[in-house]
């Protein structure tokens, strides 16, 4: 029991506010670097809970894997050494289901994630994050992934055979890749310039917003604008930690995660079109064929994640009945 209250203790981090009095800090974490969406939203998170909290506690916000990868966040978070994680596709190792976002070409658009993030929040996503320990506060947006590579263009499925692709730690991003030939690299985010410069991988896949501020463009030749996966960034707390926050504390962190939902979404439309025309003058930059891709093997993956995923088969249904 007093171990479990140290680590308590740790997310809940005394620190000395303008005015001189202690405020406790609430730690977020994420890997983003500064200026990718993850660590605008995290901020715009920050700012306006700090103000509606007026120093009774304070959310501080830790980019560029300083506190850990994905991984290490969400043990973290579980432990109450930190309060508030963002992770993306790692969160398959809470709970199979959250791997229906590593599904290609399954979100439309914005629009379409949206009214996704309605229907299935609060009653497949919320439980099973809290069956877990976890407490979804938010749905954020990572945004639409494109490749990055050394090689070629891609601009049909055989374009992927052989190219060493960086892709997260999970089971379904692989697969698809392995789907579409290529040879998937399961690595952490902040490990990709590295590898580049050693030649290990050949490319990447991520949202502009989210490679550009880490400087991953300047080490490719090749952009292909292929909207695989929208990749959702999930901002978690712990249950059992977070409960024992004051309700009225507990209320406002709540209220301003959700009203930043649709604000990210924005944030992300905005961004993409920004950064894709500061890429046009140092990348080239194509677009996949769409129907090569839909129709090549790798839609198989849908029947394997609706065998493996207990109610997986009705969420697919769930999700593409929200296209319009």
Do not use: C
Request: hydrophobic share 45%; net charge neutral; proline share 4%.
């Amino acid at each position: 029991m007093k171990f479990l209250r140290m680590l308590l203790l740790l997310s809940l981090i005394p620190v000395t506010g303008a005015s001189g009095a202690e405020q406790i800090e609430l730690r977020l974490g994420h890997i983003g670097r500064p200026g990718s969406l993850f660590d605008l939203t995290a901020r715009e998170f920050a700012r306006r809970a700090n103000e509606k909290l007026n120093g009774r506690m304070i959310v501080t916000v830790h980019g560029g894997s300083v506190l850990g990868d994905d991984t290490a966040m969400l043990q973290k978070v579980k432990m109450g050494e930190i309060t508030f994680s963002l992770p993306i596709a790692v969160m398959e190792s809470v709970d199979d289901v959250f791997g229906i976002f590593e599904m290609p070409f399954l979100i439309r658009d914005r629009a379409h994630m949206r009214r996704v993030r309605n229907a299935i929040f609060a009653d497949t996503l919320q439980p099973a994050a809290k069956a877990k320990g976890f407490r979804l506060l938010a749905i954020w947006e990572v945004g639409f992934r494109h490749i990055t590579n050394n090689v070629r263009p891609i601009t049909n499925p055989q374009d992927l055979k052989g190219l060493r692709l960086r892709v997260p730690k999970g089971l379904w991003r692989a697969r698809m890749f392995e789907a579409y030939g290529a040879t998937p690299v399961l690595l952490s985010f902040d490990k990709i310039n590295e590898e580049l410069k050693k030649g290990t991988i050949d490319g990447q896949e991520n949202p502009i917003s989210q490679f550009y501020p880490a400087g991953i463009h300047e080490q490719q030749k090749y952009l292909t604008l292929s909207y695989h996966v929208y990749s959702p960034a999930f901002l978690i707390v712990s249950e059992e930690h977070f409960s024992k926050l004051p309700r009225d504390v507990q209320a406002v962190l709540s209220r301003v995660a959700s009203e930043l939902q649709d604000w990210s979404l924005k944030e992300g439309e905005k961004l993409d079109q920004e950064l894709i025309g500061k890429l046009r003058s140092t990348m080239e930059i194509n677009q996949i064929d769409l129907i090569e891709f839909l129709h090549d093997a790798a839609t198989g993956i849908y029947q394997d994640y609706a065998a493996a995923v207990p109610h997986g088969a009705e969420l697919i249904v769930r999700i593409e009945a929200q296209k319009q």
